[in-house]
């Protein structure tokens, strides 16, 4: 789509990527050495920030929340997770974020050189159109998800090399907000990549798709807190708990359906009812 109305469209793209770098970059590198790098590395520089401060801060402010502010509210004084514990998930995602930021910045080089079907305006498709392809588009990434999350559990290569790093977390004393991005980097990208191949089939707004990109860090954090919410059809920590205790259920990602369509789904009756 992009593509389709030539360089001067792109350019509005490479704009805006160049504006996000300046207002971030700006603001946290002394000098102006990163102006002369290419724009590709400048902009992975600026997702690397943008998601150490989100996962820092949410997870800081969502653990302080919940484990000492409001303590025993919302979790069971014997499901609280060590500092240890912590200290470790915050390492693991530490070492990855800066392969994990690689993929925005890929999605956005592919944007910028119109290989997608990205519009920079929801004018350009309306207002209805915007919502239907927004649709289509989460629709894609949660089948997406459950099958990458799925088939990263059943070939046992990918589970024993990668996701095997993740399941070293599976009781609620070792879950945690911070437990959210700690995977191995390889992983972490697999599971996100569907949001980059929905680009090349649906029509999708690009401050969207940025905006759902970093949404992850936030959602993952959210399902990895052991708060047993009961939003239905939301995938929230109480089905994604059990996924950690049984590893064979409720792969999906921000709903229950697509484990319901595909028999994996399993209710969080048994840890609800002690509550």
């Known amino acids: 789509m992009a593509a389709a109305h030539g360089g001067d469209y792109l350019g509005r793209f490479l704009a805006e990527t160049e504006w996000y770098n300046e207002v971030v970059l700006s603001a946290v590198a002394p000098g102006n050495w990163w102006r002369g790098l290419p724009h590709p590395v400048q902009s992975w520089i600026r997702n690397c920030v943008g998601g150490y401060l989100l996962y820092y801060i949410s997870g800081f402010l969502w653990c302080f929340v919940i484990y000492y502010w409001k303590r025993h509210a919302y979790i069971p004084k014997d499901s609280i997770p060590t500092n240890e514990a912590m200290r470790?998930?915050?390492?693991?995602?530490?070492?990855?974020?800066?392969?994990?930021?690689?993929?925005?910045?890929?999605?956005?080089?592919m944007i910028e050189s119109g290989?997608?079907?990205?519009?920079?305006?929801?004018?350009?498709?309306?207002?209805?159109?915007?919502?239907?392809?927004?649709?289509?588009?989460?629709?894609?990434?949660?089948?997406?998800?459950?099958?990458?999350?799925?088939?990263?559990?059943?070939?046992?290569?990918?589970?024993?090399?990668?996701?095997?790093t993740h399941h070293i977390y599976n009781k609620?004393?070792?879950?945690?907000?911070?437990?959210?991005?700690?995977?191995?980097?390889?992983?972490?990208?697999?599971?996100?990549?569907?949001h980059v191949?929905?680009?090349?089939?649906?029509?999708?707004?690009?401050?969207?798709?940025?905006?759902?990109?970093?949404?992850?860090?936030?959602?993952?954090?959210?399902?990895?807190?052991?708060?047993?919410?009961?939003?239905?059809p939301v995938m929230g920590a109480g089905y994604h708990t059990i996924h950690h205790t049984t590893y064979r259920h409720n792969y999906g990602h921000y709903t229950i359906w697509m484990d319901w369509m595909f028999g994996t789904l399993r209710e969080p009756v048994d840890i609800l009812k002690n509550e």
């Open 88 to 109: 470790k998930q915050i390492i693991v995602a530490s070492k990855a974020m800066p392969l994990y930021c690689a993929l925005p910045t890929l999605s956005e080089y």
């Open 115 to 164: 290989w997608t079907r990205s519009f920079f305006n929801i004018s350009e498709v309306g207002v209805p159109m915007y919502f239907i392809n927004l649709a289509l588009y989460l629709t894609f990434v949660e089948f997406g998800i459950y099958w990458m999350h799925r088939e990263l559990h059943d070939i046992k290569p990918l589970y024993k090399y990668l996701h095997a």
């Open 172 to 194: 609620e004393n070792t879950l945690s907000p911070f437990a959210g991005l700690a995977f191995h980097p390889v992983d972490g990208i697999l599971q996100a990549i569907p």
């Open 197 to 232: 191949f929905a680009l090349f089939i649906f029509p999708t707004h690009f401050r969207t798709h940025i905006a759902l990109l970093f949404l992850e860090a936030v959602w993952t954090a959210n399902i990895h807190d052991c708060i047993h919410g009961k939003i239905w």
